[in-house]
């Protein structure tokens, strides 16, 4: 049986809706347009560095490492630049979306946005061999207990019953670059394979492909922190204080986007 909870985490319906809709928005990730831009650059810059101290004329030699240094620094501090605008984007919003009240339940005349949502957490590191899941009021949901070659999750429901088995690919790759997920996981229940999570070949955090049978057949798409039916945003991993939230539709909570979910351990 698990410990009670010493200090009950909870995200407002502020904070939530921040990190669904508005964090997503008003960050900038860096995209591939601008990794490639600035790759070219640097291959440029390069080139030049190369080609005065190959021919060692008095023009090129010190210009070409000028440029070289040049490109190297701006890339630097553009790439921080971008980030810490990032941070304080999104400190700004959860700050203040701290000062205002729960209203949990206030406008009931008002549409639910998360209706017939979960929302799921658990804890950002993977303390020793087990990691609790948790609902938004701190009840268990699921437990997750890692093998001692930490290639495989036992999944259990919150009355102890292993109800699945998540097995890790390669692990020479992430789910995300700041993760230490594998590249590509499987769900098994009973022996019976029911899901199957790949990251698609390339930079970053990039594409990841859900494909699952339970509860039904369903392919969803992972990108940019967001699960997708097609063109359609069905729910969201995000980070907020210690934990990592699940906020998904139930229709698109299924073995895949858990596994996902609990194999992104930072």
């Given at each position: ?127 020793g061999a087990s990691l609790e899941v948790h609902d938004n ?9 890692k093998s001692t070659s930490g290639q495989a999750w036992d ?112």
């Amino acid at each position: 049986m698990s410990e009670p909870m010493v200090h009950e985490e909870r995200l407002t319906e502020y904070e939530r809706a921040i990190c669904y809709s508005t964090i997503p928005n008003v960050t900038n990730p860096l995209t591939y347009g601008a990794i490639a831009g600035y790759a070219l650059l640097l291959i440029g810059a390069s080139f030049l560095m190369v080609y005065g101290l190959r021919t060692e004329e008095s023009i090129w030699d010190p210009w070409g490492m000028v440029v070289f240094g040049v490109v190297v620094v701006l890339g630097i501090m553009g790439f921080l630049a971008r980030a810490i605008a990032n941070q304080v984007q999104e400190r700004s919003a959860l700050a203040e979306a701290e000062t205002l009240p729960n209203v949990e339940s206030g406008f009931d005349a008002l549409p639910d946005p998360f209706e017939g949502h979960s929302l799921l957490r658990h804890t950002r590191r993977f303390a020793g061999a087990s990691l609790e899941v948790h609902d938004n009021r701190g009840r268990m949901v699921y437990s997750v207990a890692k093998s001692t070659s930490g290639q495989a999750w036992d999944v259990s429901d919150a009355s102890d019953h292993v109800i699945m088995t998540i097995t890790a690919g390669n692990d020479d790759r992430s789910f995300d670059l700041s993760a230490g997920t594998p590249s590509g996981v499987s769900v098994s229940r009973d022996d019976r394979d029911t899901a199957k999570v790949t990251r698609r070949p390339g930079f970053g955090s990039g594409v990841v492909d859900v494909r699952s049978k339970m509860p039904a057949d369903e392919d969803l798409v992972f990108r940019a922190g967001g699960f997708y039916k097609g063109s359609e945003l069905v729910g969201r991993i995000y980070f907020i204080r210690a934990y990592a939230y699940l906020d998904i539709r139930k229709t698109a909570l299924n073995d895949g986007s858990l596994a996902l979910f609990l194999t992104m351990i930072r």
